[in-house]
């Protein structure tokens, strides 16, 4: 199954176009959405996002959902980009070496169970 708006996010990466949505009240939105969650805009513009952001929490999956089985163990991290955050799985680390505070950024790469696209971050 293909979600367009987050799919057209997903793959800008890849083009080193990265972008966050910012509504017409300054708020920023990762993934991409209809409707501001703050404020309720549906006015939008794409903004860079800028190359590198800040690990504000991670943790270590052992026990992954079966879409991630093959993964584990992994880091899954929360990074803020800014006006923006954003979730994915810390890849090019050994799971518990990224830690709160560290610089990362944001790219694509596959699931090992699924192969399908999925959000990743890299140590900067």
């Known amino acids: ?27 920023g939105l990762l993934p991409p959405r209809r409707i501001c969650p703050d404020c309720g805009s549906t006015e939008f513009t794409e903004e860079a996002l800028p ?3 800040t690990v504000e929490t991670i943790t270590t999956v052992h026990v992954p959902a079966p879409a991630f089985e093959a993964d584990a163990p992994y880091d899954t991290a929360v990074v803020d980009f800014g006006p923006a955050r954003v979730t994915g799985i810390v890849v090019d680390a050994e799971p518990g070496t990224v830690g709160i505070g560290d610089e990362v950024t944001v790219d694509v790469g596959a699931s090992e169970t699924t ?10």
């Open 115 to 124: 192969g399908a696209d999925v959000l990743v971050l890299r140590p900067a």
């Open 51 to 53: 190359e590198t952001g």
């Open 1 to 27: 199954m293909s979600d367009a708006g987050f799919d057209e996010w997903l793959h800008a990466f890849v083009a080193d176009d990265g972008y966050y949505l910012a509504c017409e009240n300054g708020h």
